[in-house]
């Protein structure tokens, strides 16, 4: 193909090759902020429609502030595959053991079996450790009780399934108790497992993943079906 025509020519020399100041380059490499990770424990049977609206939302750029800031890993007890108990096949980005506050924007418990027998403690004990180091914690269903066991909702406002039910975990938060479909306290946002939509709200909320008002009309999107709340969400976010 001749040139002038669209054919692809090489340069004649260096000198048309584009030059890019050291300035410029600080500036872009300034330009793009760090990208933050969430991180989802995940188990053999864990409930993957708990923390479902929490982890979409996180991952796709749509209507967030800063599109492509945020992502989620999977952390299991090991790195060896787990199912859902909606039989999803999850492989686990990293184990528990390597998984260091410093490194997480949050870590999101899901509820799922063997909560309510004393397992996962090794999970619970992690969310201590991120809560102990300033790192929110999000813990729905099951998980709630996991944390009661080692003491960590007695010092905090909470909810859960039912006080009857984290009664049955022997803790002492009792007083502290919120009758709430989900509840922020201090970084360490609790749920029923009945409130997958407001424990995902309370997790973006946290975290600014959306302006207030792109996260109001997301809720009640979700909430009601309504398509009027989907153009408020397109218009908050484009604003």
């Not at 967030?64 to 787990?82: C, F, I, L, N, S």
């Not at 027998?117 to 619970?124: D, S, W």
Request: net charge neutral.
């Amino acid at each position: 193909m001749k040139p002038g025509h669209g054919g692809c020519q090489r340069p004649s020399s260096t000198s048309a090759l584009p030059t890019v100041s050291a300035s410029s380059a600080s500036r872009a490499s300034h330009a793009a902020p760090p990208v933050r990770t969430v991180h989802l424990y995940v188990f053999d049977g864990f409930a993957d429609w708990e923390p479902a609206f929490a982890v979409a939302g996180i991952h796709s750029p749509a209507f967030q502030r800063e599109p492509g800031r945020w992502r989620v890993r999977t952390v299991g007890d090991t790195t060896a595959a787990v199912q859902s108990m909606g039989g999803l096949q999850v492989q686990p980005h990293l184990a528990l053991a390597d998984l260091q506050p410093a490194h997480s924007a949050m870590l999101i418990l899901p509820g799922g079996p063997g909560w309510d027998q004393g397992e996962h403690l090794a999970a619970a004990r992690k969310g201590e450790q991120f809560l102990q180091a300033g790192v929110p914690v999000a813990a729905i269903c099951g998980a709630t009780a996991g944390l009661a066991r080692l003491g960590v909702l007695d010092e905090r406002r909470h909810t859960s399934n039912a006080l009857a039910y984290l009664k049955g975990t022997h803790y002492g938060g009792s007083d502290r108790y919120e009758d709430e479909p989900a509840f922020n306290d201090g970084g360490l946002i609790t749920a029923g497992g009945m409130a997958p939509l407001e424990f995902a709200r309370e997790i973006f909320r946290a975290l600014g993943i959306y302006s207030d008002e792109a996260l109001e009309a997301w809720y009640a999107l979700y909430r009601t079906g309504r398509s009027e709340h989907f153009a408020r969400l397109q218009q908050s976010a484009a604003a």
